[in-house]
């Protein structure tokens, strides 16, 4: 059974009603919707995705009756078990956060964020204890580029990148 982790970024997809979004909503909702997978995501994103909502809302003139539609939609979802909630904030993923973040941003030079690293490092230690390669889905650019540079990761996660759709010119 395929293990898919869901970082904050391919996450949002689901929730956002955009036109623009329509195709990468159908993917997620088609990850979610096979039963043949499991889907997890770090107990990080419930904080995460709504700082998303509101970037969203903000940028486009988006109401908080929609605001809070998207996030009541994300929440029944999780109290459905569509998603295995994984805690993020152990502190050997704090340590493990700090690693990469001085892996990827120092020896790599690559921007990363502290909340992408401990959420990246959630879905490593997902895999460490299935025993399994875990397929991590992101949006996110500077992620998908120093993840597969450092071993421990490319050795345990398939990394699979979903290109953000274009911005609204």
Known sequence: MP??????CVLKYRYIKSPRFRAHRQ???RLIGNRNNTTYLADASILELPSAFGGYCRENNISLAEYDAMDGQFMQDIADGRFIVRPANKRLYVLRARNLLRLG?????????????LIATCAL???HELKERVRFFTSDQKLNGVLPLIGAFAA????IYIQAPPPTP
């Open 156 to 159: 345990n996660m398939d990394i």
């Open 27 to 29: 993917k997620v909702n």
């Open 125 to 127: 230690d997902l895999a």
């Open 105 to 117: 941003g120092v020896i790599h030079r690559r921007g990363l964020g502290s909340t992408d690293a």
């Open 3 to 8: 293990h898919i982790f869901l970082d904050t």
